[in-house]
């Protein structure tokens, strides 16, 4: 199975409905090429939404990175919604979620790209504290491993 990509666009932004693996040979290369041809058209505010994906290996995020930064070397910026808990999980451990803006809503996305617009984003803290059932990040006085 390959990668699906449905632009769509709102407010000026545009979204990438991505549908399928972001893996070696079967999202990689249709992400890189789709996001080098939106900034070549002048289209540097994107909006990729996850909802979809299916898996994303070490090749698709670096597709993801080399997005991310050629985006931003132009002025742009890329943003990240829809993630699954697998998504996220994948983006701690690889310390990317630094790195990328994300999203729990794709309107809160948008806003994102609107200096005066109220924005609510990923609450990152929030998932690390009540992954697999913890509560918190420290029980009792004591560090819980995460």
Not at 49 to 58: E, P, Q, R
Not at 91 to 114: C, G, M, P, Y
Request: negative net charge; proline residues 2%.
């Amino acid at each position: 199975m390959s990668l699906e990509i449905e632009q769509r666009e709102t407010e000026g932004i545009v979204i990438l409905d991505l549908k399928g693996p972001i893996t070696l040979g079967h999202g990689d290369l249709e992400l890189r090429n789709r996001l080098p041809s939106l900034h070549q058209s002048g289209l540097v505010n994107i909006v990729l939404s996850l909802k979809d994906v299916t898996d994303i290996d070490s090749t698709g995020l670096g597709a993801l990175v080399f997005g991310l930064a050629r985006l931003r070397k132009a002025g742009g910026r890329l943003a990240l919604v829809n993630l699954n808990r697998s998504h996220v999980e994948l983006f701690l451990l690889t310390r990317l979620a630094i790195a990328f803006e994300l999203f729990d809503d794709e309107q809160e996305a948008v806003n994102s790209f609107f200096p005066g617009r109220a924005v609510k984003r990923f609450d990152l803290l929030n998932f690390v504290e009540h992954r697999e059932g913890r509560n918190s990040i420290y029980d009792a006085g004591s560090a819980v491993a995460c």
